[in-house]
């Protein structure tokens, strides 16, 4: 959190708090989440998380195929990878990573009466799920939203522990764009994923595809690019599977926490063996006695984020299966910053999301949560190779004062009609 250090604008655009993320120079998830790169399919993600050995499986968001990206699918595999323990009578677990996926398998085993020891590079629990407090509010700076809301296990426990949860209807933003008018964001998206030749790299694709369009269509179709791939799958499209169009995002009837992701992940871990400060570098799960660090077992649950995974070393190395779906698999880089007002001054959504196209792109999504929070507060979204354009060489204070700026920009458009 950071407050203004100079008093050069006094006026009701000077934000009075701030928080910038820095999700990809996190030594401990070096990313947002997992992404197909080219040639990757949802195939290479179940191959990743197979069991080997009968006692070493890795698990988390990027191993689930059905809901990757988010913290309901990480939860899920957590519990597919403590089931697959279990069937192989694991005696004494190790769980690497305390956040959605190692906590889920702990919880599981525990559940199940195996010994089970979580081991947390972090000195906190919950991973890319971070509650903090700015100024009087409490709000996440990693993970907000439950997502797929009916079919998310989280929101069942939410919804057992009362924990308050709003609606963010993310089809309906209030949108404007730096050079005018725009209208069929969404029918243009809808036609260049069945109108695409998907034998295609993704980027050659979409280049045959838009030369095949009217200029006017063509602009269109370019920001719904930005919106609802680019700002998903976080990458650049030379660095893009064509099955990223398929991946969803936001948008399934996605409820938000205004009380932060905090209150439900710790009622979640309270019980479990968990020991913080401990990053792992090395995973020796040889025949015999499986050592991690200063500890043994017979059985690990690898729950670290892929960028993570990445850098690890195994003893045995892994089959050339799990290696051939690692290389298919990327970390998307996303990043949020999160300002407040002393009041609202932007123009207001009916549902809270806006959206902002720019040339070139930069904070394109935003969520102002002034509403759920009770004080004037708006997260902006930046995703890609826009996070290197707004953050190299700038301070916090500097990206969170060109985030406001394109705030302005966007309240400006809006004002006048675009």
Known sequence: MSKPSVERDSSVYCPTAWHVTHWGDDAFCRGAYSTLLPGGSQGH??????????????????????????????????????????????????????????????????????????????????????????????????????????????????????????????????????????????AAWQALRHGIDRRMPLADGVARYLAGLPPGQ???????????LISEACLALEQLSVESLDEQGVGNDDRFLPGGYSQLIEHLAAGLNIRLGQPVSLIDWRDGELRINEERGDFCICT????????????????????????????????????????????????GYLRWYDTPVNWLEWLDLTDALGKPTIAGLIAGDAVQREFAGRTDEEIALAARDALRAWASAVEAGG
């Open 45 to 186: 993600r179940r191959a990743l998380g197979e069991c080997l050995g009968g006692r070493l499986v890795i698990a988390g968001e990027a191993c689930n195929p059905q809901a990757p990206a988010m913290t309901h699918g990480a939860w899920d595999d957590g519990i597919r990878a403590a089931e697959l323990a279990i069937r192989h009578n694991a005696r004494r677990v190790i769980v690497i990573g305390a956040g959605c996926a190692g906590i889920a398998a702990a919880r599981h085993l525990h559940g199940h009466g195996v010994d089970c020891l979580v081991v947390e590079a972090r000195n906190r629990i919950g991973g890319r799920t971070h509650s903090l407090q700015l100024g009087s509010v409490t709000l996440d700076v990693g993970a907000a939203w439950l997502q797929q809301f009916a079919d998310n296990t989280l929101a069942r426990e939410a919804e057992r522990l009362g924990i308050r949860v709003l609606e963010t209807d993310f089809g309906q933003p209030l949108s404007a764009a730096s050079d005018g008018p725009l209208h069929g964001i969404d």
């Open 304 to 351: 670290v984020p892929l960028g993570v995974l990445k850098t690890l070393d195994f003893v045995p190395e892994l089959p050339q299966r799990q290696r051939d779906a690692m290389a298919h698999l990327g970390m998307g880089n996303l990043e949020k910053v999160v300002l407040q007002f002393d009041q609202r001054w932007w123009p207001r959504s009916p549902t």
């Open 218 to 228: 063509a602009r269109i179709t370019r920001y719904a690019i930005e919106a609802n």
